[in-house]
């Protein structure tokens, strides 16, 4: 096994704890941004390159017809192997927003197709669930059971925001475990069922989901309620049968006492092995696992750690993913050092043989040599090659120079969004806010001053007003201007609209009709006043 110190390219700040790493057709992708997506890739996915000991990033395209796909932390993710004609995708459900909001939606993340120049084109649907529906949540998992020929999604565990019902100011944003139910839901028509089980009697969150065939097996993870790491085991067997599932637990021995470990599978068998982690809030798990299933079971063996370096060693916190078979990208912070320019150190942790390592970087350099246009020959007089793509789309083409990502060319956001500093005098900080009106919930209120050409946002809370006041302000069609500029309330009142009333012109007397009366001789009279009497 080697441990390798990775030089992130103008992309330390795009990762952070939470995010997750992806593999589609042989490529490593980041999923789960810091903040939303910018505009050198406004999908917020990027693929991974690690080359001569340097990480870079380059930005992957969505197809026209997919959904939008939000940066999201600590989601449930799940990767389905091609089966019965389908291409592997990945199944992604919940997970936190960069504003801290919970999702609750599911999305299938596949393959689109390919261009001319190699570039991975990706496709994301939302998918609709009917029945018992999972609600929002983050630090879940997701696994595939396969039983009597039959396909299904088990889901279990994570955490969420308190009910609204029983907010208060204080416990506002606070989170609590989710009930221990087990969700399975299909794929095909996204019919889904909770089943309550006596075993799973306590919620938890960020343990570590293995499944083989028709078993899952729930290792480890963190119960708020006890605010313990208790080293737990559960075999869940599912059998898809013909009417309704039938799901059966059993809780084994030999568990770990671990959450928020690193998972990476060593080849096609289902061998898996165990990294990082925390044993407790305190304390990280400096240990590696082998687990194997098979038909006997599950097998836990421990496995001889890398040689850890001093940062990783005192680092308080560290985090990563899978970067490929028997590989781990791991991640731990600079401990706020100001000569470190980057948030992070990096390591290319692998677990591969010597022998098969060199055959991975043969092939892989292989690999980069045909798709890494920085360093090959030009096909000058061969435009036709580049049939069905447009001119501007060739101007760029190089697959480094062009889609690399650079942070230093993004736009500076700190003077837009709802963390900005509003005015000299500004109290909201994004690490301590916590709700100040009762019409907040993740994010702080703000109202818009009419100083000048363009205006400026303003958060309520700094410019002192009261929350009726507030209300009032958004309702009406009142300019506002904020204490910087002028310090009251309201100065302006956008002048109501004038109605011109219409004007009536009176009729004549003499025009006027009046009753209509028949003209009669007396005789006519007498005559009728006798026929009538």
Known sequence: MTLQPLTPVNCAGLLQPGCSLLQLDGEILLFG??????????????????????????????????????????????????????????????????????????????????????????????????GEVPGARYGHAMSIVQSRGKTACVMF?????????????????????CPPQVFLFDLEF??????????????????????????????????????????????????????????????LDSGLSISSAIITRTGPSHRYI?????????????????????EKGIHIDHLEPPRWTPDIIHSRTWF??????????????????????????????????????????????????STDYENSTPLEDSEELYFGREPHELENSSDDEGDTYNEEDEEDESQTGYW???????????????PYYSTELHRPAMIFCSKGEGGHW????????????????????????????????????TPPRQVIPVRRTPMKAKDRNGAFMFKMSPSKKSFFKRLFD
């Open 33 to 130: 941004q810091k903040g939303w997506p910018k505009r050198l890739c406004p999908t917020g996915i990027f693929g991974v390159r690690f080359k001569n000991g340097e990480m870079k990033l380059r930005a992957i395209s969505f197809s026209n017809d997919s959904s939008y796909l939000p940066p999201l932390r600590c989601p449930a993710v799940c990767r389905l192997d091609p089966y019965d004609g389908l291409p592997e995708s990945y199944l992604i459900h919940g997970g936190r927003t960069p504003n801290n909001e919970i999702s609750s939606c599911l999305y299938l993340l596949t393959m689109d197709s390919r261009g001319c120049n190699r570039k991975l084109v990706l496709k994301c649907k939302e998918k609709e669930l009917v």
């Open 190 to 251: 996204g019919c889904s069922s909770a089943h309550t089980l006596p075993e799973l009697s306590d919620g938890q969150s960020f343990h570590v989901a293995l499944a083989r065939e028709d078993c899952v097996y729930f290792i480890g993870g963190h119960s708020i309620t006890s605010d313990s790491r208790p080293p737990r085991l559960f075999r869940l067997r599912v059998e898809l049968l013909q009417g309704s599932p039938l799901l059966s637990c059993e809780t």
């Open 420 to 434: 900005t500093k509003c005015c000299l005098g500004c109290q909201v900080d994004p690490n301590t806010w916590e």
């Open 157 to 177: 565990g994570g955490r969420s925001y308190i009910p609204t019902g029983e907010r208060t100011t204080e416990r506002w944003n606070s989170v609590v475990d």
């Open 458 to 493: 303003v958060h309520a809370q700094c410019m002192e007003l009261s929350e009726t006041l507030l209300v009032k302000l958004s309702q009406g069609s009142k300019k506002y201007f904020c204490l910087d500029h002028g310090g009251l309330p309201y100065q302006e009142m």
């Open 320 to 369: 990563g993913g899978s970067a490929g078979d028997g590989c781990i990208l791991l991640a731990v912070p600079t401990e706020g050092r100001p000569s470190q320019p980057d948030v992070h150190y990096f390591y290319h942790v692998s677990f591969q043989q010597e022998k098969e390592y060199n055959e991975e970087e043969r092939t892989q350099a292989c690999s980069q040599e």
């Open 274 to 294: 165990v990294l990082g982690g925390y044993q407790s809030d305190s304390q990280k798990r400096m240990e590696c696992s082998t687990v194997l299933l098979d």
